[in-house]
């Protein structure tokens, strides 16, 4: 269970945390005083420190000197009123994670220590290969699989690692190219510096820039105070930069002037800050293609270009899918509490057969929601969900049906007037909103210039429909099996 220290005097703010956290997967530690919360930091070693600027006994600013002397990986985030900004900005220069300005929006306080969890993780936790030795209690992620085409990609870690050099990773959409990043970092010479990932799929376009290189106060509107950007937070250590065909053309220019010289400006400043940063980078687009329709800058490409590592999609792993399988089923009976001790022979038959487009994250996913249905100790077809035990889903390009999709629609119409609802207008609107979309974006390989074109919209209008839509680019979706074509197109964008 991960833990989260609160070091603030105000009993209000400690007791609103005591509730946010009541019924979570989180164990809060709480303290009043710099003393108290540093002698609990030591004796506990919690994931996450939330420290309030002013304290009765000590500056914020020498509690995270404190903190980041006896753990410099932990994050800590700072609470601070709107008068310190200035000694928090100083406290991001001296290695926090980020800082919250009181009254404290605790919806985002969540998010914020859940992504300080995750980046915990990944800083913490070592990634072996299959070759390592297993170890009673070993803690850390692995790899599991001995194809040679993982082979390769052990060998490219290896060879790669020890060089400060920039890697593009790239794959399909759940291959395990994050895994590979922590890879190449645990074993690099930047292993002691800090780790930041960030999904640019996920950031809005607006924000993007603010986030990789900070802002200015006053530099556009609700930017209040100043933001240290990740670049000059991870100085030191190692950023990864996953869905990197996602970039904005500004976004691409600025990341290709300090891959070449280490520096930049912030938004709004005029102040060039120098930072030292090996850059990691993940896409499963295809970024020759993108450099060819004027999408993405070729300089740029072949600066990530400096080493590449090609993950295979699961379906060219062979007899890797029976060993994750076993691997995720123990792991996940463990974390599930459940005693799933294998599968039946008609069960492993079907899930030996499936095709897995969404690869390791989807078998990692199919396990676990099979050993939640399940009841005893063998998996059995009927745990399985339905597109498994189906064998009839397919990778189609832009997240849509590429057949079928019209016949869901009248499926919906027909499902929805039996059950009499009462909005169909707009839930139908919806269903087919998402339809053109996805046959639009499959027309065009999932390439979201070329479709925002062809629809008539701007690509940030496309962009937030697929967000309201929920569209995964690269979603595996069912077909009938009469329209599932003899080769299902493979897409080449979409989420990491």
Request: charge should be negative.
């Amino acid at each position: 269970m991960p833990s989260v220290l609160v070091i603030d005097d105000d009993r209000s703010v400690l007791h609103v945390f005591k509730q946010v956290f009541k019924e979570s997967d989180v164990h809060l530690l709480t303290a009043p005083a710099a003393a108290e919360g540093l002698a609990l930091f030591q004796k506990r070693h919690p994931d996450v420190v939330i420290l309030d600027i002013m304290l009765p006994d000590q500056s914020g600013l020498e509690t995270i000197e404190a903190i980041s002397a006896a753990d410099p990986k932990v994050p800590v985030i700072l609470i601070t009123s709107g008068g310190s900004s200035d000694t928090a900005i100083e406290a991001m220069k001296r290695g926090a994670f980020d800082f919250l300005l009181k009254p404290l929006d605790f919806v985002k306080v969540r998010a914020l220590v859940d992504q300080a969890i995750q980046i915990r993780h990944c800083m913490s936790v070592p990634v072996r290969v299959p070759e390592a030795a297993e170890t009673e209690g070993d803690v850390s992620d692995v790899f599991v699989g001995r194809c040679p085409a993982m082979q390769e990609v052990y060998k490219a870690i290896g060879r790669v690692a020890p060089h400060n050099v920039t890697v593009l990773i790239r794959g399909e959409s759940g291959t395990g190219k994050e895994l590979v990043a922590r890879a190449i970092y645990h074993h690099s010479d930047r292993a002691a510096s800090r780790f930041l990932a960030i999904n640019i799929a996920a950031v809005p376009e607006t924000l993007l820039e603010s986030e990789l290189f900070g802002h200015e106060k006053g530099s556009f509107t609700g930017a209040d105070t100043k933001r240290i950007g990740r670049f000059e937070q991870c100085s030191g250590g190692t950023l990864f930069l996953d869905e990197i065909g996602d970039m904005t053309a500004l976004v691409q220019s600025k990341l290709l002037r300090l891959l070449q010289e280490q520096r930049f400006e912030r938004v709004g400043g005029g102040e060039t800050i120098e930072t030292d940063v090996r850059v990691l980078a993940a896409t499963n687009r295809d970024l020759e293609k993108m450099v060819a329709d004027g999408d993405f800058r070729a300089d740029l490409y072949y600066r990530l270009n400096g080493y590449t590592i090609k993950l295979p999609p699961l379906s060219d792993r062979g007899d890797d899918v029976l060993m994750l399988l076993e691997h995720f089923l123990a792991k996940s009976s463990r974390d599930l509490g459940k005693d799933v001790q294998g599968i039946s022979p008609d069960a492993l038959e079907l899930l030996l057969k499936y095709p897995w487009p969404g690869n390791v994250r989807e078998l990692q996913s199919v396990v676990k929601q099979a050993l939640l249905h399940a009841t005893g100790q063998v998996l059995v077809p009927e745990f399985l969900p339905e597109e498994v035990r189906r064998g009839r889903r397919i990778m189609v390009p832009g997240g849509g049906p590429r057949a079928g999709g019209l016949k869901q629609l009248e499926h919906f119409i027909d499902d929805s007037l039996e059950t009499g609802s009462d909005d169909l207008y707009a839930n139908s609107l919806a269903q087919l909103e998402k339809y053109l979309f996805t046959r639009v974006l499959s027309h065009t390989g999932g390439n979201q210039s070329q479709a925002a074109k062809m629809l008539g919209i701007t690509r940030g209008s496309l962009r937030n429909k697929i967000r309201l839509l929920k569209i995964s680019i690269d979603q595996v979706v069912s077909v009938d099996d009469e329209e599932e074509p003899e080769h299902a197109p493979v897409g080449s964008n979409g989420e990491e």
